[in-house]
C-alpha cells in the first residue's frame, strides 16, 4: 500500500486515518470514514482499488467531483472514466463498452444510475472488487443532503452477485448520521474511523 501511495500520489506515508481504513476495506470489512474535508477521503478507494484487480464504482452526487477525479487519476496513467448526465449517447456507449469489456480500474457515477436496469446488468457482467460511497451521509435520512435515490443505490448494490469491499466515505456525520449510515451498510461499530484533525502534508 505504502508503494502505491508513493507511486501513484507522491506522497510519503498516509494521513490520520487512512491506513486503518484501507485496511478494514482489504480485510473485506465494510467501513465507514468520516474525515475532514482536505483529509484525503478520495486516497481510501483510490489506494485499495488500485491494490485490487478487476473494478472499483465510485457512487458520488457531485458531477463536478467526478470529473475532476477522473481527470486527476487519467494523468497518472489509470484508467478511470465517469457515466452522468453531462455525456454524449456517443461517450456513454464508449464508456459501457470499455465497462463490459473490463478496461475500466474506476468508474465514477451517479446514485441515480442504478434505477437503469440496464447498468445494473451489465454491471453483473464486470468484475467488481470496491464499491465505495463518496458524500455517504447524503444515504441517511438524517443527514443534511439526504438523496432518497441512494436508499435505492443500497437495495441493488447488495444485492449484486459479487463478493466486492464497501467503503463509504463522508466530510460530516453526526452520531446519529453514522449509526444510519451503518445499519443500511452493514457496517459494525468497530469499523467506524473518524478522525477530527487535519495533519499538514
Given at each position: 500500500m505504502?508503494?502505491?501511495?508513493?507511486?501513484?500520489?507522491?506522497?510519503?506515508q498516509f494521513?490520520?486515518?487512512?491506513?486503518?481504513?484501507?485496511?478494514?476495506?482489504?480485510?473485506?470489512?465494510?467501513?465507514?470514514?468520516v474525515?475532514?474535508?482536505?483529509?484525503?477521503?478520495?486516497?481510501?478507494?483510490?489506494?485499495?482499488?488500485?491494490?485490487?484487480?478487476?473494478?472499483?464504482?465510485?457512487?458520488?452526487p457531485?458531477?463536478?467531483?467526478?470529473?475532476?477525479?477522473?481527470?486527476?487519476l487519467?494523468?497518472?496513467?489509470?484508467?478511470?472514466?465517469?457515466?452522468?448526465?453531462?455525456?454524449?449517447?456517443?461517450?456513454?456507449?464508449?464508456v459501457?463498452?470499455?465497462?463490459?469489456?473490463g478496461?475500466?480500474?474506476?468508474?465514477?457515477?451517479?446514485?441515480?444510475?442504478?434505477n437503469?436496469?440496464q447498468f445494473?446488468?451489465?454491471?453483473?457482467k464486470?468484475n467488481?472488487?470496491?464499491?465505495a460511497?463518496?458524500?455517504?451521509?447524503?444515504?441517511?435520512?438524517?443527514?443534511?443532503?439526504?438523496?432518497?435515490?441512494y436508499?435505492?443505490?443500497?437495495?441493488?448494490?447488495?444485492?449484486?452477485p459479487?463478493?466486492?469491499m464497501?467503503?463509504?466515505?463522508?466530510?460530516?456525520?453526526?452520531?446519529?448520521v453514522q449509526?444510519?449510515?451503518s445499519?443500511?451498510?452493514?457496517?459494525?461499530?468497530s469499523?467506524?474511523?473518524?478522525?477530527?484533525?487535519k495533519?499538514?502534508?
Amino acid at each position: 500500500m505504502q508503494n502505491i501511495l508513493k507511486e501513484y500520489f507522491g506522497y510519503q506515508q498516509f494521513r490520520d486515518g487512512q491506513k486503518e481504513i484501507i485496511d478494514k476495506v482489504i480485510d473485506h470489512r465494510p467501513t465507514l470514514g468520516v474525515m475532514p474535508t482536505g483529509g484525503g477521503k478520495s486516497i481510501c478507494y483510490q489506494v485499495p482499488g488500485l491494490y485490487l484487480d478487476g473494478l472499483t464504482i465510485v457512487i458520488s452526487p457531485l458531477i463536478s467531483l467526478m470529473k475532476d477525479q477522473v481527470d486527476s487519476l487519467r494523468s497518472m496513467g489509470i484508467k478511470a472514466e465517469f457515466l452522468n448526465s453531462t455525456l454524449t449517447a456517443k461517450e456513454k456507449k464508449r464508456v459501457e463498452n470499455e465497462l463490459v469489456s473490463g478496461q475500466l480500474k474506476f468508474l465514477y457515477i451517479a446514485p441515480e444510475r442504478f434505477n437503469q436496469p440496464q447498468f445494473i446488468q451489465m454491471l453483473n457482467k464486470c468484475n467488481v472488487q470496491l464499491i465505495a460511497f463518496d458524500e455517504a451521509h447524503c444515504i441517511s435520512k438524517w443527514g443534511h443532503d439526504f438523496r432518497p435515490s441512494y436508499q435505492e443505490v443500497i437495495t441493488h448494490v447488495m444485492s449484486l452477485p459479487h463478493h466486492f469491499m464497501v467503503v463509504a466515505l463522508t466530510a460530516t456525520a453526526t452520531k446519529e448520521v453514522q449509526e444510519d449510515i451503518s445499519q443500511k451498510l452493514r457496517i459494525a461499530e468497530s469499523d467506524i474511523v473518524e478522525t477530527s484533525i487535519k495533519r499538514e502534508t
